[in-house]
């Protein structure tokens, strides 16, 4: 059971290329989202879904684009890196999206941004 | 605006010693409380959750203290050893304010816990 695998560890952009970050979870889950971890910014949210064909924007989804076309994918997409985009990129994906569902997370995206 | 407040933003305790984590939250929507644990390198892990109706939960040396009140929570590690030395984050969840029935977990800004022999 490999739980939420991400891919790749680790990537350098230079500003103005599009990447796409994969994440895939083996544990049939509904609900998978995409945090950011910056510095003393703890994690936030950039898009989430809540099943195949259901994705819906958190807190920081400017420059960001996601689709779910299974349940156990969901990659997120940057259309066009900026250094602002610089930051670790994590997966997470739980049974549920109410509350008392814990969430499995990746074990990240390093991404910088030249 | 920054819905879950977290102190401190770090924290060194003796091998031994209690370890003391807290947040405070103002949407009183928020209806589920986990804290997750994170090591360097590694994605956070769910440590211990608790839900407003219960004013207390522990789970071995973890235990979270909850003042609905107050709109405070905050989590206790006892007897902390140096295995401990991570970085937690305490999370809220509540309904999205954009998804009909969809829920986001709002995480604070953690607190690099270390402890030391």
Redesign the interface.
């Given at each position: 059971n490999a739980g939420?695998t991400q891919t790749p560890k680790f990537q350098v952009l230079k500003t103005g290329q599009s990447m796409t970050l994969q994440c895939a979870q083996d544990m049939n889950h509904e609900y998978m989202?995409w945090?950011r971890q910056d510095p003393?910014?703890?994690?936030?949210?950039i898009h989430?879904s809540?099943g195949a064909g259901i994705t819906?924007?958190?807190?920081v989804p400017n420059g960001y684009n996601v689709s779910r076309s299974t349940t156990e994918d969901f990659p997120l997409r940057l259309l066009s890196a900026a250094p602002s985009q610089t930051s670790v990129y994590?997966c997470?994906s739980s049974y549920g999206?109410?509350?008392?569902y814990?969430?499995?997370?990746?074990?990240?995206t390093r991404l910088t941004v030249v | 605006q920054q819905q879950v407040k977290q102190s401190p933003q770090s924290l060194i305790v003796q091998k031994g010693g209690i370890s003391i984590i807290n947040c405070a939250y103002e949407n009183t929507a928020f209806d589920y409380f986990p804290w997750y644990q994170q090591f360097p390198g590694k994605g956070p892990a769910l440590l211990i959750a608790i839900r407003p109706d219960v004013s207390e939960k522990k789970e071995g040396r973890f235990t979270i203290s909850f003042n609905k009140s107050a709109k405070q929570f905050s989590l206790h590690i006892m007897d902390s050893q140096p295995g401990d030395s991570a970085t937690y984050f305490c999370a809220a969840s509540r309904i999205s304010p954009s998804g009909a029935g969809s829920y986001q977990l709002t995480f604070g800004k953690g607190t690099k816990l270390s402890v030391i022999p």
């Open positions: 939420v989202s945090y003393g910014m703890g994690l936030r949210l989430y809540v819906d924007q958190g807190e994590f997470a999206h109410g509350g008392g814990g969430y499995t997370f990746g074990s990240g | -």
